[in-house]
Protein backbone atom coordinates (compact mmCIF):
# COMPACT_ATOMS: atom_id res chain seq x y z
CA UNK A 1 0.00 0.00 0.00
CA UNK A 2 1.69 3.37 -0.96
CA UNK A 3 0.34 6.90 -0.16
CA UNK A 4 0.65 9.99 -2.81
CA UNK A 5 -0.38 13.25 -1.40
CA UNK A 6 -0.65 16.31 -3.92
CA UNK A 7 -0.48 19.78 -2.44
CA UNK A 8 -2.27 22.01 -4.88
CA UNK A 9 -3.64 24.87 -5.33
CA UNK A 10 -7.02 24.66 -4.90
CA UNK A 11 -7.08 21.49 -2.53
CA UNK A 12 -4.59 18.86 -1.24
CA UNK A 13 -5.64 15.62 -3.02
CA UNK A 14 -4.28 11.86 -1.55
CA UNK A 15 -4.79 8.67 -2.85
CA UNK A 16 -4.24 5.40 -0.97
CA UNK A 17 -2.98 2.69 -3.64
CA UNK A 18 -2.96 -0.94 -3.51
CA UNK A 19 0.08 -3.59 -4.37
CA UNK A 20 -1.40 -3.64 -8.22
CA UNK A 21 -1.95 0.15 -8.30
CA UNK A 22 -6.05 -0.48 -7.51
CA UNK A 23 -7.18 2.62 -6.14
CA UNK A 24 -8.08 2.25 -2.59
CA UNK A 25 -9.38 5.81 -1.08
CA UNK A 26 -9.28 8.95 -2.11
CA UNK A 27 -9.97 12.36 -0.55
CA UNK A 28 -9.37 16.06 -0.88
CA UNK A 29 -9.92 19.02 0.99
CA UNK A 30 -10.13 22.62 -0.69
CA UNK A 31 -7.89 25.63 -0.13
CA UNK A 32 -8.27 29.12 -0.44
CA UNK A 33 -5.82 31.98 -1.82
CA UNK A 34 -5.70 35.16 -0.13
CA UNK A 35 -4.96 38.12 -2.98
CA UNK A 36 -4.60 41.20 -0.65
CA UNK A 37 -3.19 43.48 -3.26
CA UNK A 38 -2.93 43.56 -7.09
CA UNK A 39 -0.70 40.87 -8.77
CA UNK A 40 -0.17 39.15 -5.04
CA UNK A 41 -1.45 35.28 -4.35
CA UNK A 42 -0.28 33.99 -1.16
CA UNK A 43 -1.66 31.07 0.91
CA UNK A 44 -0.85 30.26 4.61
CA UNK A 45 1.54 26.96 5.01
CA UNK A 46 -0.36 26.19 8.28
CA UNK A 47 -3.55 25.54 5.74
CA UNK A 48 -1.97 22.79 3.52
CA UNK A 49 -0.56 20.97 6.61
CA UNK A 50 -3.98 20.77 8.07
CA UNK A 51 -5.77 20.50 4.73
CA UNK A 52 -3.16 17.35 4.60
CA UNK A 53 -3.71 15.77 8.09
CA UNK A 54 -7.73 16.59 7.34
CA UNK A 55 -7.20 13.94 4.05
CA UNK A 56 -5.19 11.58 5.86
CA UNK A 57 -7.88 11.36 8.50
CA UNK A 58 -10.46 10.40 5.63
CA UNK A 59 -8.39 7.77 4.23
CA UNK A 60 -7.43 6.38 7.39
CA UNK A 61 -11.77 6.23 8.13
CA UNK A 62 -12.37 4.80 4.20
CA UNK A 63 -9.68 1.87 4.44
CA UNK A 64 -8.25 1.58 7.89
CA UNK A 65 -6.76 -1.72 7.31
CA UNK A 66 -4.83 -0.64 4.40
CA UNK A 67 -3.77 2.72 5.69
CA UNK A 68 -2.45 1.10 8.73
CA UNK A 69 -0.08 -1.03 6.48
CA UNK A 70 1.23 1.27 4.08
CA UNK A 71 5.02 1.24 2.68
CA UNK A 72 5.93 4.33 1.54
CA UNK A 73 4.85 8.17 0.90
CA UNK A 74 5.52 10.22 -1.32
CA UNK A 75 4.50 13.88 -2.27
CA UNK A 76 3.60 16.03 -5.15
CA UNK A 77 2.63 19.72 -5.20
CA UNK A 78 2.52 23.10 -6.71
CA UNK A 79 5.82 24.20 -8.12
CA UNK A 80 7.58 27.54 -7.53
CA UNK A 81 6.12 28.54 -4.31
CA UNK A 82 8.05 30.30 -2.04
CA UNK A 83 7.86 29.08 1.81
CA UNK A 84 10.44 30.86 3.75
CA UNK A 85 11.87 29.46 7.41
CA UNK A 86 13.83 30.82 10.18
CA UNK A 87 16.50 29.37 11.83
CA UNK A 88 14.01 27.77 14.14
CA UNK A 89 11.94 25.92 10.89
CA UNK A 90 8.83 28.43 11.69
CA UNK A 91 6.96 30.08 8.61
CA UNK A 92 7.69 33.94 8.50
CA UNK A 93 5.44 34.61 6.07
CA UNK A 94 2.04 33.65 3.72
CA UNK A 95 3.42 31.46 0.65
CA UNK A 96 4.20 33.53 -2.17
CA UNK A 97 2.46 31.43 -5.24
CA UNK A 98 3.64 30.05 -8.72
CA UNK A 99 0.41 32.87 -10.32
CA UNK A 100 1.72 35.81 -8.00
CA UNK A 101 2.92 38.52 -10.33
CA UNK A 102 4.89 41.05 -8.42
CA UNK A 103 8.12 40.46 -9.40
CA UNK A 104 8.37 41.06 -12.59
CA UNK A 105 10.88 44.02 -12.16
CA UNK A 106 13.11 41.76 -10.07
CA UNK A 107 12.98 39.43 -13.40
CA UNK A 108 14.44 42.27 -15.80
CA UNK A 109 17.18 43.00 -12.55
CA UNK A 110 17.94 39.12 -12.61
CA UNK A 111 18.03 38.75 -16.68
CA UNK A 112 20.54 41.56 -16.87
CA UNK A 113 22.67 40.09 -14.16
CA UNK A 114 22.83 36.38 -15.82
CA UNK A 115 22.40 36.72 -19.64
CA UNK A 116 22.63 33.38 -19.78
CA UNK A 117 20.20 32.23 -17.17
CA UNK A 118 17.28 30.36 -19.71
CA UNK A 119 19.65 28.41 -21.01
CA UNK A 120 21.27 27.26 -17.70
CA UNK A 121 17.40 27.10 -15.52
CA UNK A 122 15.53 26.33 -18.46
CA UNK A 123 13.85 28.64 -18.74
CA UNK A 124 13.99 32.60 -18.52
CA UNK A 125 13.29 34.44 -15.05
CA UNK A 126 9.29 35.07 -15.09
CA UNK A 127 7.74 35.99 -12.04
CA UNK A 128 6.10 33.20 -10.84
CA UNK A 129 9.41 31.20 -10.71
CA UNK A 130 10.94 31.48 -6.58
CA UNK A 131 14.31 33.51 -7.90
CA UNK A 132 12.56 36.77 -8.19
CA UNK A 133 10.29 36.56 -5.50
CA UNK A 134 13.48 36.39 -2.52
CA UNK A 135 14.74 39.75 -4.69
CA UNK A 136 11.17 41.24 -4.36
CA UNK A 137 11.52 40.54 -0.46
CA UNK A 138 14.93 41.51 0.20
CA UNK A 139 13.50 44.79 -1.45
CA UNK A 140 10.30 45.39 0.17
CA UNK A 141 10.64 43.10 3.32
CA UNK A 142 14.04 43.62 3.91
CA UNK A 143 13.66 42.58 7.71
CA UNK A 144 11.96 39.24 6.79
CA UNK A 145 14.40 38.31 4.19
CA UNK A 146 17.33 38.98 7.06
CA UNK A 147 15.98 36.11 8.91
CA UNK A 148 15.30 33.79 5.97
CA UNK A 149 17.19 30.48 6.92
CA UNK A 150 15.38 28.18 4.84
CA UNK A 151 13.47 28.24 1.68
CA UNK A 152 11.28 25.33 0.82
CA UNK A 153 8.74 24.47 -1.79
CA UNK A 154 5.06 23.47 -0.56
CA UNK A 155 5.70 20.09 -1.38
CA UNK A 156 8.44 20.46 0.73
CA UNK A 157 7.06 22.37 3.65
CA UNK A 158 4.91 19.27 4.17
CA UNK A 159 7.60 16.88 4.07
CA UNK A 160 9.68 19.09 6.64
CA UNK A 161 6.47 18.87 9.23
CA UNK A 162 6.10 15.21 8.67
CA UNK A 163 10.16 13.69 8.56
CA UNK A 164 12.08 16.76 9.93
CA UNK A 165 14.37 17.11 6.63
CA UNK A 166 14.72 19.57 4.10
CA UNK A 167 14.61 18.05 1.36
CA UNK A 168 13.24 18.98 -2.35
CA UNK A 169 13.35 16.76 -5.60
CA UNK A 170 14.97 17.43 -8.58
CA UNK A 171 11.73 18.33 -10.61
CA UNK A 172 10.54 20.71 -7.96
CA UNK A 173 13.71 22.28 -7.94
CA UNK A 174 13.70 23.01 -11.60
CA UNK A 175 10.78 25.71 -10.90
CA UNK A 176 13.08 27.81 -8.56
CA UNK A 177 15.40 29.02 -11.46
CA UNK A 178 18.45 28.49 -9.06
CA UNK A 179 18.85 25.02 -10.81
CA UNK A 180 21.29 24.34 -13.24
CA UNK A 181 18.87 21.45 -14.89
CA UNK A 182 21.84 20.11 -17.33
CA UNK A 183 24.01 19.23 -13.75
CA UNK A 184 21.14 18.29 -11.65
CA UNK A 185 22.65 20.62 -8.64
CA UNK A 186 22.33 24.12 -7.32
CA UNK A 187 23.83 26.87 -9.10
CA UNK A 188 26.06 29.14 -7.28
CA UNK A 189 26.65 31.75 -9.30
CA UNK A 190 22.39 32.17 -9.91
CA UNK A 191 22.05 31.96 -5.79
CA UNK A 192 24.75 34.50 -5.59
CA UNK A 193 22.33 36.94 -8.09
CA UNK A 194 19.95 36.67 -5.49
CA UNK A 195 22.01 36.68 -2.21
CA UNK A 196 21.55 33.32 -1.39
CA UNK A 197 23.80 30.68 -0.81
CA UNK A 198 23.54 26.54 -1.08
CA UNK A 199 22.51 26.87 2.75
CA UNK A 200 19.36 28.38 2.06
CA UNK A 201 18.42 25.51 -0.16
CA UNK A 202 17.06 21.69 1.21
CA UNK A 203 18.80 19.08 0.11
CA UNK A 204 18.63 17.72 -3.41
CA UNK A 205 17.33 13.94 -4.33
CA UNK A 206 16.23 12.47 -7.33
CA UNK A 207 12.04 11.72 -7.08
CA UNK A 208 12.33 7.59 -6.90
CA UNK A 209 14.99 8.17 -4.20
CA UNK A 210 14.36 7.80 -0.34
CA UNK A 211 13.88 11.47 1.31
CA UNK A 212 13.63 10.80 4.73
CA UNK A 213 10.97 8.76 6.95
CA UNK A 214 7.96 9.90 8.79
CA UNK A 215 8.95 10.86 12.96
CA UNK A 216 7.40 8.69 15.59
CA UNK A 217 5.33 11.22 16.72
CA UNK A 218 3.90 12.09 13.32
CA UNK A 219 3.56 8.48 13.17
CA UNK A 220 1.14 8.20 15.80
CA UNK A 221 -0.88 11.29 15.42
CA UNK A 222 -1.41 10.02 11.68
CA UNK A 223 -1.73 6.25 12.39
CA UNK A 224 0.59 5.22 9.87
CA UNK A 225 3.66 3.13 10.71
CA UNK A 226 6.81 4.85 12.29
CA UNK A 227 9.66 5.49 10.35
CA UNK A 228 7.45 5.14 6.82
CA UNK A 229 9.61 5.74 4.22
CA UNK A 230 8.67 9.15 2.47
CA UNK A 231 9.98 9.63 -1.42
CA UNK A 232 12.00 12.58 -3.14
CA UNK A 233 8.42 12.68 -5.03
CA UNK A 234 7.87 15.73 -7.51
CA UNK A 235 6.89 18.85 -8.82
CA UNK A 236 3.02 18.38 -9.54
CA UNK A 237 3.77 18.41 -13.58
CA UNK A 238 6.36 16.08 -13.21
CA UNK A 239 4.24 14.12 -10.80
CA UNK A 240 1.46 13.95 -13.59
CA UNK A 241 3.85 12.89 -16.23
CA UNK A 242 4.68 9.78 -13.72
CA UNK A 243 1.37 9.32 -13.04
CA UNK A 244 0.15 8.41 -16.71
CA UNK A 245 3.27 6.67 -17.69
CA UNK A 246 4.64 10.12 -19.75
CA UNK A 247 8.54 8.96 -18.60
CA UNK A 248 9.88 8.37 -22.40
CA UNK A 249 11.09 10.63 -24.99
CA UNK A 250 8.04 12.11 -26.93
CA UNK A 251 5.36 11.22 -24.07
CA UNK A 252 3.26 14.07 -24.10
CA UNK A 253 0.27 15.60 -22.08
CA UNK A 254 -1.71 18.19 -21.21
CA UNK A 255 -2.66 18.96 -17.90
CA UNK A 256 -5.97 21.11 -16.47
CA UNK A 257 -6.17 22.12 -13.07
CA UNK A 258 -6.30 25.27 -11.25
CA UNK A 259 -3.81 25.88 -14.00
CA UNK A 260 -2.83 24.29 -17.16
CA UNK A 261 0.55 22.69 -18.57
CA UNK A 262 1.29 20.71 -22.18
CA UNK A 263 4.31 18.62 -21.34
CA UNK A 264 6.38 16.64 -23.39
CA UNK A 265 8.98 14.10 -22.29
CA UNK A 266 12.46 14.80 -23.27
CA UNK A 267 15.84 12.27 -22.78
CA UNK A 268 18.22 15.33 -22.43
CA UNK A 269 18.28 19.01 -21.30
CA UNK A 270 16.88 21.12 -24.44
CA UNK A 271 16.49 24.58 -23.19
CA UNK A 272 14.31 26.94 -25.42
CA UNK A 273 13.68 29.91 -23.45
CA UNK A 274 13.54 31.94 -26.47
CA UNK A 275 9.57 30.86 -26.88
CA UNK A 276 9.21 30.63 -22.95
CA UNK A 277 9.33 26.95 -22.65
CA UNK A 278 10.13 25.41 -19.69
CA UNK A 279 12.84 22.64 -19.86
CA UNK A 280 12.74 21.02 -16.66
CA UNK A 281 14.57 18.29 -15.09
CA UNK A 282 12.08 15.27 -14.32
CA UNK A 283 11.03 12.69 -11.52
CA UNK A 284 13.21 10.50 -12.79
CA UNK A 285 16.66 9.99 -13.37
CA UNK A 286 18.28 11.14 -16.82
CA UNK A 287 15.01 12.26 -17.94
CA UNK A 288 13.80 16.31 -18.58
CA UNK A 289 10.93 17.58 -19.90
CA UNK A 290 9.39 20.38 -22.06
CA UNK A 291 7.01 22.50 -20.42
CA UNK A 292 4.41 25.34 -21.99
CA UNK A 293 2.92 26.84 -18.98
CA UNK A 294 -0.27 28.17 -18.88
CA UNK A 295 -1.39 30.39 -15.59
CA UNK A 296 -5.22 30.12 -16.25
CA UNK A 297 -6.60 26.45 -16.90
CA UNK A 298 -9.89 24.70 -15.04
CA UNK A 299 -9.83 27.87 -12.70
CA UNK A 300 -11.39 29.55 -15.42
CA UNK A 301 -14.38 27.65 -15.59
CA UNK A 302 -14.74 27.90 -12.11
CA UNK A 303 -14.52 31.93 -11.96
CA UNK A 304 -17.53 31.76 -14.73
CA UNK A 305 -20.09 29.97 -12.35
CA UNK A 306 -19.41 31.83 -9.63
CA UNK A 307 -20.01 35.05 -11.97
CA UNK A 308 -22.99 33.52 -13.78
CA UNK A 309 -24.21 32.13 -10.70
CA UNK A 310 -23.98 28.24 -11.07
CA UNK A 311 -23.52 26.51 -8.62
CA UNK A 312 -23.76 23.17 -10.26
CA UNK A 313 -20.09 23.35 -12.47
CA UNK A 314 -21.48 19.61 -14.16
CA UNK A 315 -25.29 21.34 -14.88
CA UNK A 316 -23.92 24.10 -16.87
CA UNK A 317 -21.57 22.45 -19.07
CA UNK A 318 -24.09 19.67 -19.85
CA UNK A 319 -26.73 22.77 -20.78
CA UNK A 320 -23.50 24.41 -22.97
CA UNK A 321 -23.06 20.86 -24.79
CA UNK A 322 -26.97 20.78 -25.13
CA UNK A 323 -26.72 24.57 -26.98
CA UNK A 324 -23.51 23.68 -29.30
CA UNK A 325 -24.37 23.92 -32.62
CA UNK A 326 -21.00 22.29 -34.16
CA UNK A 327 -19.72 26.08 -34.45
CA UNK A 328 -16.94 28.11 -32.80
CA UNK A 329 -18.67 30.62 -30.14
CA UNK A 330 -19.28 34.36 -31.80
CA UNK A 331 -17.50 35.86 -28.76
CA UNK A 332 -13.76 35.47 -27.75
CA UNK A 333 -12.22 35.12 -24.53
CA UNK A 334 -8.77 35.77 -23.49
CA UNK A 335 -8.51 33.53 -20.32
CA UNK A 336 -5.87 35.55 -18.62
CA UNK A 337 -7.60 36.02 -15.79
CA UNK A 338 -4.14 35.89 -13.46
CA UNK A 339 -1.93 37.13 -16.28
CA UNK A 340 0.11 34.47 -18.79
CA UNK A 341 3.38 32.73 -18.86
CA UNK A 342 3.81 30.92 -21.96
CA UNK A 343 3.88 32.01 -24.55
CA UNK A 344 3.52 35.96 -23.00
CA UNK A 345 5.47 36.15 -20.16
CA UNK A 346 2.70 38.78 -18.96
CA UNK A 347 1.81 39.16 -15.43
CA UNK A 348 -0.37 42.42 -16.17
CA UNK A 349 -2.68 40.48 -18.93
CA UNK A 350 -6.36 39.71 -17.72
CA UNK A 351 -8.96 37.97 -18.92
CA UNK A 352 -11.46 39.74 -21.81
CA UNK A 353 -14.87 38.68 -23.24
CA UNK A 354 -14.95 39.95 -26.81
CA UNK A 355 -17.95 40.61 -29.44
CA UNK A 356 -20.43 40.31 -26.94
CA UNK A 357 -24.08 40.95 -28.86
CA UNK A 358 -27.58 41.32 -27.24
CA UNK A 359 -28.10 37.70 -28.09
CA UNK A 360 -25.51 36.00 -26.79
CA UNK A 361 -26.16 33.25 -24.26
CA UNK A 362 -24.79 32.43 -20.96
CA UNK A 363 -24.35 28.77 -22.62
CA UNK A 364 -22.49 30.94 -25.55
CA UNK A 365 -19.93 32.65 -23.14
CA UNK A 366 -19.24 29.29 -21.78
CA UNK A 367 -18.13 27.73 -24.52
CA UNK A 368 -16.06 30.86 -25.66
CA UNK A 369 -14.48 30.34 -21.99
CA UNK A 370 -13.71 26.78 -23.22
CA UNK A 371 -12.66 27.48 -26.53
CA UNK A 372 -10.53 30.41 -25.55
CA UNK A 373 -8.38 27.83 -22.78
CA UNK A 374 -8.53 25.10 -25.91
CA UNK A 375 -6.38 28.05 -27.86
CA UNK A 376 -4.28 28.74 -24.99
CA UNK A 377 -3.22 25.25 -25.23
CA UNK A 378 -3.25 25.72 -29.20
CA UNK A 379 -0.44 28.36 -28.92
CA UNK A 380 1.21 26.33 -26.23
CA UNK A 381 1.39 23.69 -29.21
CA UNK A 382 2.83 25.93 -31.31
CA UNK A 383 5.90 27.17 -28.75
CA UNK A 384 6.78 23.55 -28.58
CA UNK A 385 6.92 23.27 -31.92
CA UNK A 386 9.42 26.27 -32.74
CA UNK A 387 11.21 24.68 -29.80
CA UNK A 388 11.99 21.39 -32.18
CA UNK A 389 9.28 19.10 -30.19
CA UNK A 390 6.61 17.86 -32.27
CA UNK A 391 3.37 15.02 -30.05
CA UNK A 392 1.31 13.05 -32.95
CA UNK A 393 -1.40 13.13 -29.85
CA UNK A 394 -1.73 13.75 -26.48
CA UNK A 395 -3.18 12.62 -23.44
CA UNK A 396 -5.08 14.70 -20.70
CA UNK A 397 -5.00 14.57 -16.73
CA UNK A 398 -6.76 17.05 -14.30
CA UNK A 399 -10.16 18.08 -13.34
CA UNK A 400 -10.76 19.82 -16.40
CA UNK A 401 -10.39 16.37 -18.40
CA UNK A 402 -13.47 15.14 -16.72
CA UNK A 403 -15.57 17.08 -19.06
CA UNK A 404 -15.80 15.22 -22.81
CA UNK A 405 -17.70 18.21 -24.28
CA UNK A 406 -14.34 20.28 -22.65
CA UNK A 407 -11.91 17.58 -24.38
CA UNK A 408 -14.01 17.33 -27.93
CA UNK A 409 -13.16 21.35 -27.76
CA UNK A 410 -9.89 20.57 -27.02
CA UNK A 411 -9.01 17.93 -29.42
CA UNK A 412 -10.43 20.06 -32.47
CA UNK A 413 -8.52 22.96 -31.26
CA UNK A 414 -5.24 20.79 -31.33
CA UNK A 415 -5.89 18.95 -34.12
CA UNK A 416 -4.48 16.01 -32.21
CA UNK A 417 -6.78 12.73 -30.78
CA UNK A 418 -6.93 13.05 -27.03
CA UNK A 419 -6.44 9.73 -24.84
CA UNK A 420 -8.09 9.82 -21.68
CA UNK A 421 -6.95 7.18 -19.29
CA UNK A 422 -9.00 5.92 -15.86
CA UNK A 423 -7.96 8.15 -12.39
CA UNK A 424 -6.24 10.49 -14.97
CA UNK A 425 -7.99 13.26 -12.70
CA UNK A 426 -6.00 12.42 -9.87
CA UNK A 427 -2.62 12.28 -11.86
CA UNK A 428 -0.28 14.12 -9.50
CA UNK A 429 -1.31 12.43 -6.08
CA UNK A 430 -1.60 8.93 -7.94
CA UNK A 431 2.27 10.01 -9.68
CA UNK A 432 3.50 10.27 -5.89
CA UNK A 433 2.14 7.00 -4.83
CA UNK A 434 4.30 5.26 -7.64
CA UNK A 435 7.34 7.06 -6.66
CA UNK A 436 7.18 6.69 -3.19
CA UNK A 437 6.46 2.41 -4.09
CA UNK A 438 10.06 3.44 -6.20
CA UNK A 439 11.78 4.72 -3.49
CA UNK A 440 10.38 2.01 -1.08
CA UNK A 441 11.42 -1.30 -3.26
CA UNK A 442 13.60 -0.37 -5.34
CA UNK A 443 11.89 -1.71 -8.36
CA UNK A 444 12.71 -0.17 -12.17
CA UNK A 445 10.91 2.89 -12.89
CA UNK A 446 9.79 1.42 -16.20
CA UNK A 447 8.03 -1.99 -15.06
CA UNK A 448 5.73 0.72 -12.16
CA UNK A 449 5.48 3.62 -14.56
CA UNK A 450 3.05 2.01 -16.83
CA UNK A 451 0.53 3.83 -18.69
CA UNK A 452 -2.87 3.35 -17.05
CA UNK A 453 -5.73 1.90 -18.66
CA UNK A 454 -6.98 3.72 -21.45
CA UNK A 455 -10.66 5.69 -20.85
CA UNK A 456 -11.43 6.93 -24.04
CA UNK A 457 -9.39 8.24 -27.24
CA UNK A 458 -11.19 11.18 -28.39
CA UNK A 459 -10.53 12.17 -32.18
CA UNK A 460 -10.87 15.77 -33.72
CA UNK A 461 -13.43 17.07 -35.38
CA UNK A 462 -12.22 18.05 -38.76
CA UNK A 463 -15.21 20.43 -39.42
CA UNK A 464 -14.57 22.55 -36.13
CA UNK A 465 -11.09 22.14 -36.42
CA UNK A 466 -11.73 23.77 -40.02
CA UNK A 467 -13.60 26.08 -38.40
CA UNK A 468 -11.27 26.82 -35.37
CA UNK A 469 -8.36 28.28 -37.59
CA UNK A 470 -9.34 31.51 -38.21
CA UNK A 471 -10.75 31.75 -34.90
CA UNK A 472 -7.76 31.00 -33.29
CA UNK A 473 -5.74 33.21 -35.42
CA UNK A 474 -8.44 36.26 -34.10
CA UNK A 475 -7.45 35.05 -30.77
CA UNK A 476 -3.80 35.50 -31.02
CA UNK A 477 -4.69 39.16 -32.95
CA UNK A 478 -6.91 40.05 -29.61
CA UNK A 479 -4.69 39.64 -27.12
CA UNK A 480 -1.62 41.24 -29.57
CA UNK A 481 -3.83 44.43 -29.91
CA UNK A 482 -4.72 44.61 -26.00
CA UNK A 483 -1.21 43.78 -25.07
CA UNK A 484 -0.36 47.76 -24.30
CA UNK A 485 -3.83 48.66 -22.59
CA UNK A 486 -3.70 45.43 -19.81
CA UNK A 487 -1.05 47.60 -18.22
CA UNK A 488 -2.91 50.95 -17.44
CA UNK A 489 -5.19 48.76 -15.22
Known sequence: ????????????????????????????????????????????????????????????????????????????????????????????????????????????????????????????????????????????????????????????????????????????????????????????????????????????????????????????????????????????????????????????????????????????????????????CHALPGRWFQMAALLNGASALGWAAKILGADDIGALLARTEAAFSGRPARPLFLPYLTGERTPHNDPHARGVFFGLAPDVTREEMVQALLEGVAFSFAEAQECLAHAGTHAASVAAIGGGSRSRFWMRLMASALERPITLYSGGAKGPAFGAARLARIATTGEDPAAVCRTPAVAEMIEPDRNLAAAYRPAFARFKRLYQALKSEFRTD
Open 1 to 280: MYLGIDIGTSAVKAVLVGENEALLAEAEEALAIARPHPLWAEQDPQDWWQATVTVLGRLRCAAPRAFAAVRGLGLSGQMHGAVLLDAAGDVLRPAILWNDGRAHAECAALARRLPTLGHVAGVPAMPGFTAPKLLWLATNEPETFRRVARILLPKDYVRFRLTGEAVTDMSDAAGTLWLDEARRDWSDDILAATGLTRAHMPRLVEGTALAGSLQATMAQALGLPAGLPVAGGAGDAAAGGIGIGAVNDGDAFLSLGTSGQYFVTTGSFRPYPEAYVHAF
